[in-house]
């Protein structure tokens, strides 16, 4: 069976596609000649399945603020909780990204998710008297375990932001004032630079996503790589401010931890279920992805992903599968929600199944949502298409819609 997932993420590109509203950012001269029309989705579960959609998902692009995210869970996996709150806050600011602000009472800027708080998390890592470099590098070697191959600098783009940086200066000196910092304002902002100049793909983006939503190990290597009291924390503060001045709006909307920086992209992170990365680079007044920021809200619309909605609870959707003469009985239990359909269906494509007819039990399934429902339909419509009779036991009606996409209805049988 092929697997049904990079059609519904192409679905949602399809949806956007047209949309052409927003700006390409300027303020840094080299992704002013950025492509704005290139799309692409990728989603990757914490059992380590990638798939994408669009011609732009293995085009890299500089990672710019998504790479906050990450260096806050190296820095707290480092030095431990206590030593980065002495430099950062973990309130929302509902200011702009790059803001001269520090809180009124302790001078910290307010999170990490705003320039001057990564400006200031960033000087953390490989201790005070680290050289530029080695911090860049050890930056750059986590997050290409991150993403599972090796990722470089753009040299140009991080010249280049450099060259007119006198925004994140001025936020530096700030900091340096305030003995927050203790490299010169250049040297903190040459290395802020370049942590955001890493090139990433839309694919890596939701691998290094999902290796927050596992815990810290990331899903395809198997690899640990952050404690997983450090990507809770940081998940707490992507969830309050990682959409900058639109994060009330984005966690009422969308539901889903997020970071999105300048070069159009956008990471959504489900604690326990999935990685989501966008990339389109035209951007709203607040710095965020229009067509990305719709996307997601059509994903956790129509997959029903909201963070705060009643069925997220997950569960391994497939109970077992076992061989009965010419029946194979597949027996489904739990919540049916996206990303247990995704674990059944990646079952059925990966068991070899064998007899000519398949039944499928949900007769210990508490409830599907609609995506659940809509995706182990689509799987029987396909395994019918690859040769297979396929029924149905559903003793308690919880499947409600039995028609295929097709128009033709689900085969169900009354005796197991
Ligand atoms: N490097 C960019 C800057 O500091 C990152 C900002 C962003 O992506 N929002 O301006």
């Known amino acids: ?112 998710m705003i320039n001057a708080g990564a400006i200031a998390v960033n000087q953390l890592i490989n201790g005070v008297d680290s050289s530029v470099e080695e911090r860049v590098e050890k930056i750059r070697d986590l997050f290409s375990r991150l993403a599972g191959r090796e990722l470089r600098i753009d040299g140009g783009l991080s010249a280049s932001e450099l060259d007119g940086a006198d925004r994140n200066l001025s936020i530096a000196h700030m900091l340096r004032s305030y003995g927050i910092i203790r490299d010169s304002a250049h040297d903190a902002v040459r290395s802020y630079t370049d942590q955001c100049s890493i090139l990433v793909t839309t694919r890596d983006l939701a691998v ?22 450090a990507c809770r924390l940081t998940l707490a503060v992507m969830s309050s401010a990682g959409m900058y001045d639109g994060a009330g709006r984005w966690m009422a909307g969308v539901g889903i931890p997020a970071k999105s920086g300048v070069s159009g992209g956008l990471i959504g992170t489900l604690p326990g279920q999935l990685g989501i990365a966008s990339f389109s680079p035209r951007l709203d007044s607040q710095g965020n992805s229009v067509r990305g920021v719709r996307m997601f809200e059509l994903l956790s619309h129509d997959m029903g992903l909201h963070l705060m909605s009643a069925d997220q609870q997950s569960v391994p959707g497939v109970r077992s599968i076992t061989r009965d003469g010419d029946d194979t009985v597949i027996r489904l239990q739990g919540t049916i929600n996206f990303t247990a359909a ?75």
């Open 208 to 229: 290094m996503s999902a290796t927050l939503a596992t815990g810290g190990v990331q899903p395809v290597t198997g690899e640990r790589l952050l404690s997983p009291e």
């Open 1 to 112: 069976m092929k697997m049904p997932i990079p059609d519904y993420l192409t679905e949602i590109l399809d949806h956007v596609r047209d949309s052409d509203g927003g700006e390409v950012a300027d303020y840094i001269p080299e992704l002013a000649g950025a492509d704005p029309d290139r799309l692409a989705l990728a989603l990757c579960t914490t059992s380590g399945h990638v798939y994408s959609a669009g011609e732009h998902a293995d085009v890299e692009f500089t990672i710019q603020s998504i790479s906050k995210p990450f260096v806050f869970a190296l820095a707290l996996q480092e030095l431990g909780t206590d030593a980065v709150m002495e430099v950062v806050g973990l309130e929302p600011s509902g200011e702009a990204f790059n803001e001269l602000s520090l809180d009124d009472n302790d001078n910290r800027p307010v999170n990490p």
């Open 342 to 416: 995704e674990n059944i269906l990646h079952e059925l494509s990966a068991h070899n199944l064998g007899g000519t007819r398949l039944v499928l039990d949900v007769s210990r399934v508490t409830s599907f949502n609609r995506m659940g429902r809509r995706m182990v339909k689509e799987g029987l419509r396909r395994l019918r298409e690859d040769g297979f009779r396929c029924s149905i036991f559903d003793p308690d009606g919880v499947v409600t819609n039995l028609e295929f996409s097709d128009g033709t209805l689900v085969d169900t049988v009354d005796v197991l």
